[in-house]
T-cell receptor, first 114, second 111 residues
Framework: NAGVTQTPKFQVLKTGQSMTLQCAQD?????MYWYRQDPGMGLRLIYY???????DKGEVPNGYNVSRLNKREFSLRLESAAPSQTSVYFC?????????????FGQGTRLTVV | EDQVTQSPEALRLQEGESSSLNCSYT??????LFWYRQDPGKGPEFLFT???AGEEKEKERLKATLTKKESFLHITAPKPEDSATYLC????????????FGTGTRLTIIP
């Protein structure tokens, strides 16, 4: 069982470059999320998708865009990368249909913007 | 605004020395409190969900408890493989899709 798969695992960008972080889950989950993790800040929600075809802003959406390509895939795009976006990015998913279910996380993408 | 505070930031224990990690929260309408374990370079791994005050859950050497203001993760006779960062998160009635995380406790078990 792959669970939640993120690509790439590592990336270095120059300021102003763009890139897309990919995420796919094979658990048939409805809800998918993008978080960033910074030292001393905890995990913070960037964007989420409660179901296929919908996306909503989280706590720190500025500078990012997302696409829920289908039920399995949820991508995060940085249009013009800034050093402040240096972070570790995690994708997560959960069933989200009923109850208070836990989220499952991918292994993360470590992004450095120079 | 929902707040989650974990203490201590870091904890070093000898193998077999039991202790507790604390997660205090201030939220409007707790829907669930989650504990995760995170190893270096990896994503958080789910441990427990607690829904209401008085609830307890156990898994191997770990036991999680919940009151109206805080949760404890008790570690009994820990082993070196229990070394990790332990994260606490809450989901509320008003931010249903959002998990608010604490900054974690970095636990080191010394053989």
């Amino acid at each position: 069982n792959a669970g939640v798969t993120q690509t790439p695992k590592f990336q270095v960008l120059k300021t102003g470059q763009s890139m897309t972080l990919q995420c796919a889950q094979d658990m048939n989950h409805n809800s998918m999320y993008w978080y960033r993790q910074d030292p001393g800040m905890g995990l913070r929600l960037i964007y989420y998708s409660a179901s296929e075809g919908t996306t909503d802003k989280g706590e720190v959406p500025n500078g990012y865009n997302v696409s829920r390509l289908n039920k399995r895939e949820f991508s995060l795009r940085l249009e013009s990368a800034a050093p402040s976006q240096t972070s570790v990015y995690f994708c997560a998913s959960r069933t989200g249909t009923s109850g208070n279910t836990e989220a499952f996380f991918g292994q993360g993408t470590r992004l450095t913007v120079v | 605004e929902d707040q989650v505070t974990q203490s201590p930031e870091a904890l070093r224990l000898q193998e077999g020395e039991s202790s507790s990690l604390n997660c205090s929260y201030t939220v409007s309408g707790l829907r669930g409190l989650f504990w995760y374990r995170q190893d270096p370079g990896k994503g958080p791994e789910f441990l427990f969900t607690l829904y209401s005050a008085g609830e307890e859950k156990e898994k191997e050497r770990l036991k999680a408890t919940l009151t109206k203001k805080e949760s404890f993760l008790h570690i009994t006779a820990p082993k070196p493989e229990d070394s990790a960062t332990y994260l606490c998160a809450v989901r509320t009635n008003f931010g249903n899709e959002k998990l608010t995380f604490g900054t974690g406790t970095r636990l080191t078990i010394i053989p």
